[in-house]
């Protein structure tokens, strides 16, 4: 009878162990490796200098969104199979090729994690170039989208873990938001529904500025109307460093503009250019603008950087993950409404 009690004892042990191994699994994994920004491609020689390295290149190399100077989008380094050693398995993102008469079937496959914690792997199997062209074309966007999403990814989950406990308290109060940034970041200006938080070096300036508007109706998330309320917004509050001078959206070049879903909420995304009116300062700009169907209302986050003579690609992905790492306190009951609404359409 006794033997029977410790080997039931044992039989429990093992499956409490097996299920903290399965909850903690992915958190034991090693962390990435690489610079932000970086992808590595692991490819035959002969397919990275023709054709399927050519396409990887206008992808996956291609520029940068918004930005003052041309920066790619992702900085690609090409190993061969023969070298894809160990120091190389942990890198934050890697796209692994495979081409030739040894590969089964046509096959893309997209994980998470699988060598090292918040890492992306894309596998890309085909039997011939033309087959490889097939199959990247049709996936290209979401090929691309899925190592953009794990770069942000790494970000917001790191700011979720060390982030400026002042400024989170202050948003929360003022506009009902929970809102991640970096230490160093201050609450520089409060106004009537607008806050300007910002991080500033001798080379660099980083900020954010919040504000709300009475949401009217669906003309309200259109390009035209969210840049005409920017500017407006910004030449109350934001003076550039000369008399007359003041922050504005930069009007000779198109905005990017596009709607999705955010958390459940309708929401809007807007990059372009910032420039200082009766100034020379400029740069890139990220504005994210979330519907609060509970109290008729739109929150705008706009994060900004101001880098001159450095590349800024990284800079703005830093603020990008800020303005999205944004939460409204209530969402709880903003989805009671967003689905009674929904229920009605």
């Keep these: 009878m006794k033997r029977k009690i410790q080997f039931f004892s044992i039989m429990i042990m093992m499956m409490l162990l097996g299920a903290c191994d399965s ?7 090693k962390n990435v490796t690489g610079k932000a920004g970086e992808l590595v491609v692991v490819i035959k020689p002969t397919a990275w200098d023709n054709a399927p390295g050519d396409l990887i290149r206008d992808v996956l190399a291609q520029p940068q969104l918004s930005l003052p100077q041309e920066e790619p989008i992702f900085d690609l380094i090409n190993i061969p199979h023969d070298a894809f050693g160990q120091i190389f398995k942990t890198s934050r993102n890697l796209l692994i090729v495979k081409i030739g008469n040894n590969v089964e079937k046509n096959d893309l496959r997209l994980k998470r994690d699988v ?3 918040t890492q992306a792997v894309a596998y890309i ?6 087959d490889f062209e097939k199959l990247f074309n049709d996936n ?8 953009m999403k794990a770069e942000r990814r790494r ?7 060390y982030y400026e406990r002042a400024v989170a308290s202050e948003t929360e109060e003022k506009f009902g938001i929970t809102l991640n940034v970096p230490p160093g970041f201050v609450v520089d200006k409060v106004e009537d529904d607008f806050m300007w938080i910002r991080f500033e070096t001798p080379e660099i300036s980083q900020g954010i500025f919040i504000y709300t508007f009475p949401y009217e109706d669906d003309n309200t998330f259109t390009a035209d109307y969210m840049k005409i309320r920017r500017n407006i917004v910004l ?3 934001v003076p550039g460093p000369t008399e007359g001078s003041y922050m504005s959206t930069e009007s000779d070049l198109p905005v990017v503009y596009n709607t999705f879903r955010k958390d ?3 929401a809007s995304e807007m990059r372009g250019l910032w420039t200082v009116e009766n100034n020379f300062m400029g740069g890139p700009f990220i504005n994210l603008a979330m519907l609060d ?4 209302r739109v929150v705008v986050l706009d994060g900004y950087v101001y880098a001159p003579g450095k590349d800024k690609r990284n800079y703005l992905r830093q603020v990008e993950a800020m303005v999205y790492s944004a939460k409204f306190v209530n969402q709880d009951e903003i989805d009671k409404v967003n689905k009674q609404l929904d229920f009605e359409n």
């Design 23 to 29: 909850r903690n699994q992915t958190s034991m994994k």
């Design 115 to 117: 060598h090292a914690f």
């Design 125 to 130: 199997d085909a039997k011939s170039f033309n």
């Design 140 to 147: 290209s966007d979401k090929i691309a989208s899925f190592f």
């Design 155 to 161: 970000l917001v989950l790191n700011y979720s873990k």
């Design 235 to 237: 030449r109350e509050n």
């Design 264 to 266: 459940g909420n309708y």
């Design 293 to 296: 169907m509970l109290d008729n």
